[in-house]
């Protein structure tokens, strides 16, 4: 179901949810699937990694088929089995980019929301459809929404369970940037292969910065200090060089990732 493809002339790697039938949604076994998906990426060590699914959508969620809900226990599903594979797509070794087309939903989602950069189709569809289930939103839903549309929208969204779509999503500020659908992929592989072949530590670096702002709140001061830090420690390697050199030489930079 997850399949893992490296290109290593590129040096872009594509995770694929490849269960169309089922809207890409995920039980415990595509999880665990996803985690070894995820090692066996990160030790291919390529500079950029995509996630994306095939058929009408990235993901539709959690696979409630059959499901007995007298038997669930959601948190374990949800602390056990989806957060540590969230983590581990936030701490991956490379930048990374969803390509979002058709139902986002619950645990795909949280997918996305933990890749770096997210690319969606214009009519993709974002939202909480839990409210027929008698179940809320999860794998970070409440935190985004409230972060980017504040908690009244966030709130309209959850009691109506009215989905946005991928355009009107990017206009609120949820996500990257809206493509139409047929050139959602083409446009993610051209950035994620510009960025493979880029200055792959600073952009680490920018990382890094980034999650301990969106994490921990840190305000402006203490974030110029950490940004000083982080400058001082490029200026010491060898793309960092490589990158004055062709400014001052005027050409195009050749840089290693080093």
């Given at each position: 179901m997850i399949e893992l493809q490296v290109d290593a002339e590129s040096g872009v790697a594509e995770l694929i949810f490849n269960k169309p039938k089922a809207m890409n949604s995920l039980g415990i076994a595509d999880?665990?699937?996803?985690?070894?998906a995820l090692d066996a990426a990160?030790?291919?060590?390529?500079?950029?990694?995509?996630?994306?699914?095939?058929?009408?959508?990235f993901s539709a969620g959690r696979n409630i088929k059959g499901l007995n809900p007298r038997e669930d226990d959601a948190t374990d599903f949800l602390a056990n089995k989806v957060t540590p594979v969230l983590r581990q797509l936030d701490e991956f070794p490379a930048p990374t980019f969803a390509a979002v087309h058709g139902p986002c939903l619950g645990v795909g989602?949280?997918?996305a929301l933990a890749c770096d950069v997210v690319?969606?189709?214009?009519?993709?569809?974002?939202?909480?459809?839990?409210?027929?289930?008698?179940?809320?939103l999860d794998s970070g839903g409440h935190h985004l929404f409230v972060e980017r549309l504040g908690p009244h929208r966030a709130m309209d969204l959850i009691i109506t369970g009215e989905l946005i779509s991928g355009a009107e999503a990017v206009r609120a500020g949820l996500f990257s940037r809206a493509l139409p659908a047929e050139e959602l992929l083409g446009f993610?592989?051209?950035?994620?292969?510009?960025?493979?072949?880029?200055?792959?530590?600073?952009?680490?670096?920018?990382?890094k910065l980034v999650q301990d702002i969106r994490d921990n709140g840190t305000g402006l001061w203490d974030s110029v200090e950490q940004e000083n830090i982080a400058q001082g420690k490029l200026c010491e390697t060898e793309d960092y060089y490589e990158g004055f050199d062709a400014f001052n030489e005027k050409r195009k930079p050749q840089f290693k990732g080093a």
């Amino acid at each position: 179901m997850i399949e893992l493809q490296v290109d290593a002339e590129s040096g872009v790697a594509e995770l694929i949810f490849n269960k169309p039938k089922a809207m890409n949604s995920l039980g415990i076994a595509d999880l665990a699937e996803l985690s070894d998906a995820l090692d066996a990426a990160a030790k291919a060590q390529p500079k950029a990694l995509i996630v994306r699914g095939e058929g009408k959508g990235f993901s539709a969620g959690r696979n409630i088929k059959g499901l007995n809900p007298r038997e669930d226990d959601a948190t374990d599903f949800l602390a056990n089995k989806v957060t540590p594979v969230l983590r581990q797509l936030d701490e991956f070794p490379a930048p990374t980019f969803a390509a979002v087309h058709g139902p986002c939903l619950g645990v795909g989602l949280g997918i996305a929301l933990a890749c770096d950069v997210v690319y969606v189709a214009e009519d993709a569809k974002f939202g909480s459809p839990f409210a027929n289930l008698g179940a809320t939103l999860d794998s970070g839903g409440h935190h985004l929404f409230v972060e980017r549309l504040g908690p009244h929208r966030a709130m309209d969204l959850i009691i109506t369970g009215e989905l946005i779509s991928g355009a009107e999503a990017v206009r609120a500020g949820l996500f990257s940037r809206a493509l139409p659908a047929e050139e959602l992929l083409g446009f993610t592989r051209g950035v994620a292969k510009r960025a493979a072949q880029g200055a792959t530590l600073a952009f680490m670096a920018s990382r890094k910065l980034v999650q301990d702002i969106r994490d921990n709140g840190t305000g402006l001061w203490d974030s110029v200090e950490q940004e000083n830090i982080a400058q001082g420690k490029l200026c010491e390697t060898e793309d960092y060089y490589e990158g004055f050199d062709a400014f001052n030489e005027k050409r195009k930079p050749q840089f290693k990732g080093a």
